[in-house]
C-alpha cells in the first residue's frame, strides 16, 4: 500500500480519512491535527505556560514530544501512584524522555510520589476509602495535576485524553443519562474560578491507534503494559465496543464525539457556560481551597479516612 | 528437518506464539479474532499495513493500542 501523500510505502491505513500514510506523513498529519486543536479550541499560545499530565503511556509522551516539537513551553508532572512494578516500569519511561527528549528543549519534569506524600499507595488509600481503584486514582492525579498547575503558576494544564478516550466516555455518561458530567467532556475547560487551573485535550483529534503509530514511528518508548488496576474498567468495554462500530462504519466515534461538542456548543449559547454553573455551585473547600460542592473536597475527605485509625 | 513459523508478540496478556506463512496482516487479524482498529502490527521495528505479506522468517509484535481505567491521566 502507498502514501497518499507521497511514493514512499504506508504505513498506517486510516479508514475513517480514507487514506494511507507514510511515517514522514503520518508525523505531519498528526502533528496538524493537535495544532488545528490547539488554535480552533483556544488552547494556548506559544507565550503560555504548559503543564503536561504524563504517565509514561503513549498518549502523555506523545503530546509532550509534540508540544515540544512545535515549539510549545511544556513541562510536565509524573504522579507515582505506588503500583509496583507499573508504576517502576512507567516512571522509568518518563524519566527516560525527560532526559533524551524534554531536557535538550529546555523542558522540566516535576514528580509526586502519593505514598511519600498521603502515606499509603493508590491501591492501598482505595482499600481505606472502600471506594474502586480507578476511581481513588482518578480523584487523586485529578487534585494534584489541578494543584501542581495553580502552585506552580502554570497558563494551563494538558492532558493526553485523546478520541477514543473521549467517545468512550461520552458513551458511559449517555448510557448512564449522567447529563451534569456531559458539561465537562469539552477539550477546552476554562479557569471557571480560583482555584481551578484551565484544562485542555490537545489530542481530541486523534485516535489512540493514530497516536500509538506516531509513537511507533518516532520511536517514542513508552509503557506498553496496562495498569493491572485497569482489568475489566468499563471504559475499556465501551472502548471495545465503539472500535466494533468503527470497524464496521469507519468515523463512528469521531461522528459520535463531534456532533455531541457541536450540540453542546449550542445549548451553552443558549443555557449558560460551564464556568456560570461552576461560580453558582462550587465554594473553596474549608481544608484546602480547591473549588468543591461540598464543604469539604473529596481529596480532602479521602485523605483524612485514610489517616483514621481503623476501628 | 523443522519447518519455520513467524514468531508474534502478544500483550495484555503477554505471550508468544508461532503461525505458519506467508500471510497477510488482515488474515493474521481474522485469524487470531482481533479487530484491527485495536491494534497495531510491528515487523522488526517497522509498522505494516493489513496488506502486508508477513514470511516465516518474520518476528511480529501485534500491540494493542487501547489504554485506561476508568479515570484517565493520559
Known amino acids: 500500500m502507498k502514501c497518499r501523500k507521497c511514493p514512499a510505502r504506508a504505513v498506517l491505513r486510516l479508514p475513517r480519512h480514507n487514506t494511507a500514510f507514510c511515517p514522514v506523513c503520518l508525523t505531519d498529519f498528526v502533528r496538524t491535527q493537535v495544532q488545528k486543536a490547539i488554535t480552533s479550541q483556544h488552547m494556548f499560545s506559544t507565550n503560555d505556560r504548559i503543564l503536561v499530565a504524563v504517565s509514561g503511556g503513549k498518549d502523555s509522551l506523545t503530546l509532550w514530544e509534540i508540544l515540544l516539537k512545535l515549539g510549545y513551553r511544556a513541562d510536565a508532572l509524573y504522579v507515582d501512584q505506588g503500583i509496583g512494578t507499573y508504576s517502576q516500569g512507567s516512571r522509568e519511561k518518563v524519566e527516560q524522555f525527560t532526559e533524551q527528549i524534554a531536557v535538550p528543549c529546555g523542558a522540566t519534569l516535576t514528580i509526586h510520589n502519593v505514598e511519600e506524600e498521603e502515606g499509603a499507595s493508590i491501591p492501598d488509600l482505595a482499600n481505606m476509602v472502600r471506594r474502586p481503584t480507578c476511581s481513588t486514582c482518578g480523584t487523586i492525579k485529578r487534585y494534584q495535576f489541578n494543584r501542581a498547575a495553580i502552585q506552580g503558576g502554570y497558563d494551563v494544564m494538558a492532558t493526553g485524553h485523546n478520541l477514543d478516550d473521549e467517545a468512550a466516555r461520552l458513551l458511559g455518561n449517555v448510557l448512564h443519562w449522567q447529563e451534569e458530567y456531559l458539561q465537562k467532556q469539552s477539550p477546552t475547560l476554562p479557569a471557571s474560578m480560583d482555584g481551578f487551573a484551565k484544562k485542555v485535550k490537545p489530542l481530541y483529534r486523534l485516535t489512540e491507534r493514530e497516536i500509538a503509530a506516531y509513537a511507533v514511528v518516532n520511536r517514542i518508548d513508552y509503557m506498553v503494559e496496562e495498569c493491572p488496576m485497569s482489568k475489566g474498567a468499563k471504559m475499556l468495554v465501551y472502548k471495545d465496543v465503539l472500535n466494533r462500530l468503527e470497524a464496521e462504519s469507519p468515523g463512528t466515534k469521531h461522528t459520535f464525539y463531534w456532533q455531541f461538542l457541536a450540540k453542546q456548543e449550542k445549548a451553552q449559547a443558549a443555557h449558560g457556560s460551564m464556568t456560570d454553573t461552576d461560580q453558582r455551585t462550587l465554594q473553596p473547600c474549608t481544608t484546602c481551597s480547591q473549588p468543591t460542592s461540598t464543604g469539604i473536597c473529596s481529596y480532602c475527605k479521602m485523605v483524612a479516612r485514610a489517616k483514621t485509625p481503623a476501628q | ?74
Open chain 2, 1 to 74: 528437518m523443522m519447518k519455520s513459523s513467524m514468531k508474534i508478540h502478544l500483550s495484555h496478556p503477554t505471550k508468544e506464539i508461532e503461525i505458519k506463512g506467508p500471510k497477510h496482516v488482515r488474515d493474521l487479524f481474522t485469524e487470531l479474532h482481533l479487530i484491527p482498529e485495536a491494534y497495531l502490527v510491528i515487523r522488526g521495528q517497522d509498522l505494516v499495513t493489513e496488506d502486508e505479506l508477513l514470511a516465516d522468517t518474520d518476528i511480529i509484535e501485534i500491540r494493542p493500542v487501547i489504554s485506561g481505567g476508568s479515570e484517565r491521566t493520559s
